[in-house]
């Protein structure tokens, strides 16, 4: 059976969890103070936030999921949902006490601040599936004292200083979250070079087969999309690992296969450029002179 919660104001989710509401748009949720829950029988359970919310779960309340795929999620990790995001849990229907801690926030309360020109920059609020941020100790230290900071200016007395502390504060717990998944992306360097290799595998295996002719030029978000990795966290991979985004690393893979190409006398540049899957020929000259200084026919004559 499935079941749909809507959240869309921090004193909504504040009641749920029964935490009082110090200030209507932003809230550090203590679930120990929650009462006991489950989420009905044992199904499919879709909350809907219209808020940002961090997660930092102590306890496994079911298995979370974004589509058909689920979060790499245990204790001690961090889930982001941006607004609009629906997050699915997979529950057994058993009573259980909540755990852990959470930030949300609404977005009107970043509005006019410099973090509201930078939230798009987290790329985490994007990241799905398998994604989820794993914290060492120290750094789980490091995001309750972030929390803790919140949590004691929402206890002042609201004046005009507030929003720009909080937001501030909030800005500077992302800041370490990103140190935190630059760390991740180092330390899984094992998981991430399976992926690489992966990729490397259905980029070889795309231009082996008809898909350029019949879909087109490969995306960043296909590749994502096959690897059940949000394209997002994807490219941020990718880039980590080679130094080049996931877009470069596909343009550079046609450009090899094309050199090949050139040389084939029975072929001309517009076949060619079809073959790989451009829908303009002058669309691949210009991406082949953009990498190799040269058209295609100077780069055949030269060589």
Not at 108 to 119: F, K, M, Q, W, Y
Not at 128 to 150: G, M, P, Y
Not at 238 to 243: A, S
Request: hydrophobic residues 35%; neutral net charge.
């Amino acid at each position: 059976m499935e079941r749909i919660y809507k959240f869309d104001t921090v004193a909504e989710y504040n009641d749920l969890n029964n935490q009082e509401t110090l200030h209507p748009l932003v809230s550090v949720i203590d679930f120990s103070k929650a009462n006991p829950r489950t989420w009905g029988e044992k199904g499919t359970v879709r909350i809907n936030y219209g808020m940002y919310c961090i997660f930092l779960k102590d306890v496994k309340c079911g298995d979370l999921k974004y589509g058909r795929n689920y979060y790499d999620y245990q204790e001690g990790t961090l889930v982001f949902v941006a607004p609009g995001q629906v997050m699915e849990i997979e529950t057994d229907g058993k009573v259980y006490q909540p755990i852990g801690h959470a930030l949300v926030f609404h977005p009107d309360l970043i509005r006019g601040t410099s973090l509201a020109r930078s939230i798009n920059d987290y790329n985490f609020f994007s990241y799905n599936a398998n994604e989820a941020l794993h914290l060492s100790e120290r750094e789980r230290q490091i995001v309750l004292d972030s929390f803790s900071k919140i949590e004691f200016e929402l206890k002042q007395n609201i004046d005009k200083h507030s929003k720009k502390l909080i937001a501030s504060n909030i800005e500077l717990f992302l800041n370490y979250c990103e140190r935190f998944y630059d760390r991740q992306f180092i330390t899984r360097d094992n998981v991430n070079k399976g992926i690489l290799e992966k990729f490397e595998e259905l980029l070889n295996g795309y231009f082996s087969s008809t898909k350029p002719q019949n879909i087109g030029l490969p995306t960043v978000a296909y590749f994502a999309e096959e690897l059940h990795l949000s394209a997002n966290y994807f490219g941020d991979l990718i880039k980590k690992e080679t130094g080049k985004s996931a877009k470069e690393y596909i343009q550079n893979k046609i450009i090899d296969i094309a050199k090949n190409k050139t040389f084939d006398t029975d072929k001309t540049v517009n076949e060619i450029a079809y073959e790989l899957g451009f829908k303009y020929p002058q669309h691949f000259t210009r991406l082949f002179k953009n990498i190799t200084g040269f058209t295609p026919n100077e780069y055949k004559s030269l060589n």
